[in-house]
T-cell receptor
């Protein structure tokens, strides 16, 4: 199946700094990528939908100025957590729709996630 | 908005026991249904999916799920679990041709050898 990678897998930063997380589709093109946040013992919460070449669509309650998303190419989307605070500590997961699959049905391929810890 | 419910939050079974995890959704229109598994320390992997056709779907590792439209359900089953099935299981629903997925809260399965 299609492979999605994330980098870094784990990051620790100081409060007030910014952190960038990359999401790449390795063997397919993705016009749409999604960013989720997973809380302990809870489900995935969709943060935003990232469309290649256009602005991301944020879910209600997600601060677009805090969580900057850029989808510069068909294989790369980045999430930047700006001015991070301890409450931003979480597991961030990206996923991507396969361009080929979009013609028939929707299937998302998930990255391995990034564990962010803000001290 | 769509909601997806997984009623079993934590299930503990002995090896060889049968498994059934519940999943219910709220959307009344055309849906695509998925079960994902997340093994400890690993990323989400697709177990099986339903788009149309036979409502009984067979997936990897001996898992199957049945779509019952009248009950808005898509329960996951496995006749005989193994220790290696210990993981977190997520049900997800996608509305028709839309991009957005809605996830249930997950069920943590622990299989005791």
């Amino acid at each position: 199946g299609a492979v999605v990678s994330q980098h870094p897998s784990r990051v620790i930063c100081k409060s007030g700094t910014s952190v960038k997380i990359e999401c790449r589709s390795l063997d397919f093109q993705a016009t749409t990528m999604f960013w989720y946040r997973q809380f302990p013992k809870k489900s995935l919460m969709l943060m935003a939908t990232s469309n290649e070449g256009s602005k991301a669509t944020y879910e209600q309650g997600v601060e677009k100025d805090k969580f900057l998303i850029n989808h510069a190419s068909l294989t790369l989307s980045t999430l930047t957590v700006t001015s991070a605070h301890p409450e931003d500590s979480s597991f961030y997961i990206c996923s991507a729709n396969s361009l080929e699959a979009e013609s028939s049905y929707n299937e998302q391929f998930f990255g391995p996630g990034t564990r962010l810890t803000v001290l | 908005a769509q909601s997806v419910s997984q009623h079993n939050h934590h299930v503990i079974l002995s090896e060889a026991a049968s498994l059934e995890l519940g999943c219910n959704y709220s959307y009344g229109g055309t849906v695509n249904l998925f079960w994902y598994v997340q093994y400890p320390g690993q990323h989400l992997q697709l177990l099986l999916k339903y788009f149309s056709g036979d409502p009984l779907v067979k997936g990897i590792k001996g898992f199957e799920a049945e779509f019952i439209k009248s009950k808005f359900s898509f329960n996951l089953r496995k006749p005989s679990v193994q220790w290696s099935d210990t993981a977190e299981y997520f049900c997800a629903v996608n509305e028709g041709t839309g991009n957005q997925f809605y996830f249930g809260t997950g069920t943590s399965l622990t299989v005791i050898p």
